[in-house]
């Protein structure tokens, strides 16, 4: 401590005036330091050009004490009242003063502020109480910065510093009550906040830092971390050493509700504000508390109302400057459900194990699956990992009473996202099995693939080769497969389809159309789909060259023409239609090309047939009685034909024809 005295005199009402240099101390300093004593019956005055405390400056402070003595070195202020410029009301204060002890005892209250009292013995010993401290005074006061954050709150607790010179030691103990905050962008909040405090320290003389432990309980209240919730019930015990650049976490333990066991350490460059390096491990955490309140908001929040977990995860997590160099997942019968993909995984065992600069492995088994309603059969995925790489031989995933095979599976990962090459073979499904889990009628056949070319890129899979579908007699061949974000919510999937010589006996039959004998081939070019709906494609359906039988039945003509809605007509000798129950024909040709939610409708020779007003034919008779179907409405909306067509299928009334 420093002090000169500058000036001793009275002025009027004043019976002494004492002008001081300086009043250092470890927790504070004060310069320009004046005290003019009051004359009986008046009150005395303190005040200080600059208050500094904590890296703060205050000027202009103004003490006003009723009683004011100053005897033996010591300044004594009672019933005082403290102003400083940009802390509000003035606070009552009570204070004693010893420059040459270097002590001080302050005791401060306010009705907005609560109670503060700090009794420094000496330089190297200190004690500070809170009482129903206001956070929101507090701030105001110490931090103004803090006011655009809305915090408020009461603390109760206690701050202890002592130093022999060859150690400090500084603790703090206490616990806030109903604290809360609100960032101004409304992206974190906290209410209703209750912490239990505890917090020890030590410092050696040499300047290597404070050596610390604390610990924390979080009992009550709730915050909003964007984008995680989180609620009251965490406990933190946490150990490490702090210097003026660096913070070093030893070992810290977090226990959270849901989770075994959580534990951290690592270093934190303070100046850069840069993870030097850490570790994070969780064990046996409960998916389906921990997956909706931390790994969906963290990974993908759009789809937190929508998906379900279930099982256990345990984890471990490597940083070395400020980046990821490891991880290891352990899986214990985990699961995943997405209900806006229907897609479920589960139960999942296994473990990843991930470095960011050695080759290493994951071996998962997967216990079953479904994908929209197809039910996946069990298998494994074995992988090695390296770096931003990943392998694969061979996946094989059954699927009913086929399998699913990708082979040569080699993926990596950039800014924009994964992609790589592989191959896919779908060894043959039974399509009665299959059109029954999708809720199809029954149909005969197998469906298959070889897809030797398969390409992925960011939210994009392309395949070369075809998948082949033989069925009816005939078989249907997909090309120039292409599918976008195949997991998201509007996956969209591109291809061309041919089929060929498709036998319509055994699909009028399947689908209750009535009864058409004869085959048919089929062109979809640019098919688009939207979560498995047609949004795009241009068809069309011709009779198959060849010689075969070519029969229609009544209920089928009446059907086809019904396709139509109100313009289509029959144009046929209806003198002799009650006394045959089916029609030769020559050919059959139908098209509609879909685009906007309207089908432009064309017949035998397409969508190229000049619109004369006279219609478009569909089917050409040929035999006796001769037997046209001729379309009239080339505009045709998609749903409104889809429409038609269930109608007509779900339909068994016998066709009325006047």
Partial sequence: MSAAVLALGATAGTQLQLDLGRLDHPAFSLENLRVELGEEGRASLVTAGRLSADGRVFDNVRLECARLHLAAGELDCRDGRLTVPGWGAPANIELRLNPARGSASIKLRGAELGAVSVDLTSPARATVSFTDLSLAAASAMLAPAAGDWGVSGRFNGRLVYRSDGARS??????????????????????EHVDLDIDVVAHAGARGQGWKWRAESAWTHGEAYLHPLYLTSGARLSAS?????????????????????????????????????????????????QIGPRYILPLLAPERAASTSFSGKLSAGIMIDGGQISGLDLAFDRAGFSQTTSDLDFGPVDGTVAWRSDAVTTAALAIGAGRWQKLTLGAFAVNARLSGHSVDVDRIAIPVLDGKLVLTDLALRRDREGWSGSGAAVIEPISMRLLTTAVGLPPMSGVLAASMPGMRVRPGEVALDGALVISVFDGYLQATHLKVIEPLGVAARLYADVEARRIDLAQLTETFSFGSVSGFVDADVLGLELVRWRPVRFDARVLSSPGAYRRRISQRAVQNIGALGGPGAALALQRGFLQFFESFGYREIGLSCKLARGVCRM??????????????FPIIQGGGIPALNVIGYNRRVDWEELLARLQRVIESNAAPVIQ
């Avoid at 850069?272 to 570790?279: C, E, M, Q, Y």
């Avoid at 064309?602 to 219609?615: A, H, I, S, W, Y």
């Fill in 169 to 190: 030691d500084l603790s703090l103990t206490g616990k806030l009550q109903d604290g809360a905050f609100a960032s101004a962008d409304g992206l974190n909040a906290a």
């Fill in 240 to 288: 490490g050493l702090l210097t003026a650049s660096r913070l070093d976490l030893d070992h810290a333990s977090l226990s959270l509700a849901g989770v075994r066991a959580i534990e951290a350490s690592g270093s934190l460059d303070l100046v850069r504000r840069h993870v030097l390096r850490g570790g994070l491990a969780v064990a046996e955490a409960e998916l389906e």
């Fill in 602 to 615: 064309g017949g035998l020779q397409g969508d190229n047939e000049t619109d004369t007003g006279r219609g």
